[in-house]
């Protein structure tokens, strides 16, 4: 008997209009996937944009096509015909298809893994076209969710740790260690993650405990770069030495968990939550600066500004 296949998601904007495409391409309607558009056909502006007007949200390809839709996204953004600023966003828009997925496996080191590729992306867009990584900092979701805040952390990361020169395998494990930096919240439980209203005390202690589940995922697989371990174990220490869970002070504190205290921070301060009004980039790293100083290496916020600002002097207020 033929086995079903198996399919995963795209998202709508990772597919250019007038773009011949080497696989099908499915929707969902009534929890039923229908072909859509067919292998070598492409999608017109109108096609694409009736279906951004619903808010379908995704395109759905067979799982048997996912590195021959991998390779296409990757020509497209080599591209010449298309700007820095499409590239960026192409990148940015499939790569959160991915990092939902990727989110999802039970494995954890699996999904370790497969982020490498996607973590690469960006760093050979910013290695090979400088001027994208101010377009990905720009793109930044305005919206507070796993997927996106976990991205955006990972993209600022990546713009923090190329502003301090750091090489590309080094890059790679902050990448990797950023877009997992919450991977502790796997073991807290989920009616207190999705609660309404304001958390108890006792809430709280136990969200306070995912840098050390984090740690007790991650410690048991020796392959695992020590500074992926460190962003995920130490992203809530403080440069004064009154943060958790160990409470290291200044340079006790991994370089990966200094960054990531502060790209953590920066997104959340930035990024529309139920319970906050966003502030401008400008404004949080000005509270990053005196009203919260002494919590961050001082460097490090220096060297942040600098990549949100002086590779995107007009793109933030």
């Known amino acids: 008997m033929e086995s079903k296949p198996q399919y995963f998601k795209i998202r709508l904007h990772t597919?250019?209009?007038?773009?011949?495409?080497?696989?099908?391409?499915?929707?969902?309607?009534?929890?039923?996937?229908?072909?859509?558009v067919r292998q070598g056909d492409s999608l017109t502006k109108e096609r694409l944009a009736t279906l951004l007007a619903k808010d379908t949200g995704y395109f759905y390809v067979k799982e048997d096509d996912?590195?021959?839709?991998?390779?296409?996204?990757?020509?497209?953004?080599?591209?010449?015909?298309i700007s820095v600023t499409q590239k960026a966003q192409l990148l940015k828009e499939s790569a959160l298809g991915f990092v939902e997925e990727i989110f999802e496996k039970?494995?954890?080191?699996?999904?370790?893994?497969?982020?490498?590729?996607?973590?690469?992306?960006?760093?050979?867009?910013?290695?090979?076209?400088?001027?994208?990584?101010?377009?990905?900092?720009?793109?930044?979701?305005?919206?507070?969710?796993?997927y996106n805040h976990s991205l955006d952390v990972a993209i600022y990361s990546l713009g923090l740790g190329h502003v301090l020169g750091y090489d590309k395998k080094t890059l790679e494990n902050l990448g990797v260690g950023a877009l997992f930096h919450d991977i502790g919240k796997r073991l807290v439980p989920v009616e207190i993650l999705c609660k309404k209203g304001g958390l108890s005390e006792e809430d709280w202690a136990i969200i306070h405990q995912h840098p050390q589940f984090g740690l007790d995922i991650?410690?048991?697989?020796?392959?695992?770069?020590?500074?992926?371990?460190?962003?995920?174990?130490?992203?809530?220490?403080?440069?004064?030495?009154?943060?958790?869970?160990?409470?290291?002070?200044?340079?006790?504190?991994?370089?990966?968990?200094?960054?990531?205290?502060?790209?953590?921070?920066?997104?959340?301060?930035?990024?529309?939550?139920?319970?906050?009004?966003?502030?401008?980039?400008?404004?949080?790293?000005?509270?990053?600066k005196n009203q919260l100083k002494g919590r961050y290496d001082p460097h490090m916020v220096e060297a942040m500004s600098e990549a949100l600002f002086h590779l995107n002097p007009s793109g933030a207020s």
């Open 218 to 288: 991650l410690i048991n697989k020796p392959e695992i770069d020590p500074g992926i371990i460190a962003a995920c174990f130490e992203h809530h220490e403080s440069w004064s030495g009154s943060g958790y869970p160990q409470k290291l002070r200044g340079e006790e504190i991994h370089p990966f968990g200094r960054i990531v205290a502060i790209t953590d921070t920066f997104d959340a301060m930035t990024t529309q939550r139920s319970y906050n009004t966003p502030m401008f980039p400008r404004e949080a790293i000005a509270m990053m």
């Open 66 to 81: 996912r590195w021959t839709y991998r390779n296409f996204m990757k020509s497209i953004i080599r591209e010449d015909q």
């Open 106 to 146: 039970p494995d954890v080191y699996q999904a370790l893994d497969e982020s490498k590729p996607l973590i690469q992306d960006f760093i050979n867009l910013i290695d090979e076209q400088p001027e994208a990584l101010s377009d990905m900092i720009s793109l930044s979701s305005h919206d507070f969710y796993t």
């Open 15 to 36: 597919i250019l209009p007038d773009t011949p495409l080497p696989f099908d391409l499915f929707v969902k309607i009534n929890d039923r996937l229908l072909l859509y």
